[in-house]
């Protein structure tokens, strides 16, 4: 934020500059012009000027260099509270996220590359698109969406639709969770509608390819994924606005282009930058499997096991995880636990997972183009063949195995029960929040390794059921049953844009801790 302040310093100590010299009078440019530069003009031919910025702009979404700003921004968070990964690693004397003693230092990193590269960045992006590019500035609000709800997801209200508005005191207003929502429904639509008016105008045209590491130019596959996307926001809020949510939903689904329906539609993002995760968990040995993956993924055993994680060093042919929240006086007790398997692309939203948001729409009574069990198992095998792997109706039929006890295989005082009876076998018998449970279970098997998404819809749902904290430095903020809501704000918006935060905390009731629930977390 502080860098787009110094923007607008910079740019209005330069107007003054050019009332008091002549350099800056009526023949500036003529006399100040570099005849083999390039200009405005030779790059807006090639579209550069204003996609240029997209390739730092979504790499930054999750960001993909340094590595130890990843582990800040997602995997020390996210990460773990979804139940995906924990670290063998005691930091900070092991009182720290994992036990929700919140480290104001790394959660500034699940906030700052949004603003310094997401939506800075985007403000050059409309300027120089104005009116000539406005498929560019579509895109860019589609791209917004999808960096910026995920920043609501982890602290709540945050700063959207006044971003660049500074005020006379150097506020910048925040927007209540509930306000930020709508204006990621309303910047979709109108992307969606400017890139299908784009797409017919312009038939075989690609202005983005240049700059697109997701699609590689195709309009019509962000179309497709940006209707996929309202359709996880629809999703999202559908305890909370269930009005709204069937609205967003079903639009979403009758769109013209429609959603994604095959894996090459997932939204990854493809570049020679090594997946950072890879440093994390191959040259620092700092983040292992989580605890509930053992206990989901060997109960059912589960085929994508092996994709997921390797063996564990512990307990020989094994599949040993991490409970989240316990006493680790050491790295070395912890570290020889399941480590990741090597990863590729960034994956931000698979195929599988739109199947799974149309099955709970469908259960729900939406129009969602096939029944609930339909959609569920089209789920599950478009989450099989993600990895390449055979036996999907032997599982898909499976109506036995469920999640196993957890046991500690270092420390047996961290062993647990299952928390789930649920099986994979669709039961038409069931009733609702057990069929709900087994959508989701499905899903969050599905995400791995997107914990951020995962966390959000663990807080929505409840589902799939996730071991507790062994220890809670919370100082009673955090209820150890309910488990975490949200993060705190970082200490740099209460320094430097106290009233906006204040705005924001307003929006939550008045407290600033990770026990509050956001808007769409309701029971």
């Not at 130890?68 to 020390?76: D, E, I, M, R």
């Not at 890139?195 to 019509?220: C, H, M, R």
């Not at 183009?369 to 055979?390: I, P």
């Amino acid at each position: 934020m502080m860098k787009y302040i110094n923007y607008l310093g910079s740019a209005f100590l330069l107007t003054l500059l050019c009332f008091n010299f002549s350099s800056c009078d009526k023949d500036f440019e003529e006399y100040n012009q570099d005849p083999y530069a390039i200009t405005n003009a030779d790059l807006e031919r090639d579209f550069k000027l204003v996609g240029e910025p997209f390739i730092n702009i979504i790499q930054n979404i999750y960001v993909h260099t340094p590595a130890w700003v990843t582990q800040l921004q997602q995997n020390l968070m996210g990460d773990v509270y979804s139940g995906y990964m924990m670290p063998p690693t005691p930091f900070a004397g092991n009182s720290n996220n994992m036990n929700y003693n919140l480290v104001d230092g790394w959660n500034t990193w699940a906030w700052n590359p949004a603003y310094q590269d997401v939506m800075a960045p985007g403000l050059d992006v409309v300027s120089n698109a104005g009116d000539k590019f406005p498929e560019f500035v579509a895109w860019l609000k589609i791209v917004q969406v999808t960096a910026m709800h995920r920043v609501a997801d982890i602290f709540g209200p945050i700063i959207y639709t006044k971003f660049g508005q500074v005020e006379a005191d150097g506020t910048i207003e925040y927007d209540c969770v509930e306000d930020a929502y709508d204006a990621f429904f309303n910047d979709l639509n109108d992307g969606i509608n400017e890139l299908t008016n784009y797409v017919d105008a312009n038939p075989g045209k690609q202005p983005f390819s240049s700059f697109d590491e997701v699609y590689a130019g195709d309009i019509t596959k962000w179309i497709q994924y940006a209707n996929s996307l309202r359709l996880r926001l629809a999703i999202r809020i559908s305890k909370v606005d269930p009005v709204r949510a069937k609205q967003e939903a079903e639009a979403a689904y009758t769109h013209p282009m429609g959603l994604m329906t095959e894996n090459e539609g997932s939204f990854t993002i493809k570049n020679s930058i090594p997946h950072p995760m890879n440093t994390i968990n191959n040259a620092w040995n700092d983040i292992r499997m989580g605890a509930p993956m053992e206990s989901i993924l060997v109960g059912y055993n589960d085929p994508r096991l092996d994709a997921y994680f390797r063996p564990s060093e512990i307990v020989a042919d094994a599949y040993k995880g991490i409970r989240i929240g316990i006493p680790i006086a050491d790295k070395g007790d912890y570290v020889d636990f399941s480590a990741l398997q090597s990863l590729g692309d960034v994956q931000i939203m698979v195929c599988s997972e739109v199947y799974f948001l149309r099955a709970e729409g469908a259960l729900r009574g939406w129009n969602m183009g096939g029944t609930a069990q339909e959609l569920y198992e089209e789920g599950v095998r478009k989450s099989f063949e993600q990895f390449g792997l055979g036996g999907v109706d032997a599982y898909l039929a499976d109506n036995t195995n469920t999640a196993i006890d957890y046991v500690d295989a270092f420390n047996n005082d961290n062993s647990i029960s299952a928390m789930s009876n649920v099986t994979i076998a669709w039961d038409n018998s069931d009733d609702f929040e057990t069929t709900l449970e087994r959508i989701i279970t499905q899903k969050w098997i599905a995400m791995f390794p997107d914990g951020q998404e995962a966390w959000s819809e663990y807080r929505r749902t409840s589902y799939p059921p996730l071991f507790p904290v062994v220890l809670n430095n919370s100082n009673g903020e955090i209820d150890t049953d309910e488990q975490i809501k949200r993060v705190k704000y970082p200490s740099s918006e209460y320094a430097q844009n106290p009233n906006g935060v204040q705005g924001g905390i307003d929006c939550l009731g008045g407290s600033d801790n990770g026990g509050v629930s956001l808007w769409w977390d309701i029971d």
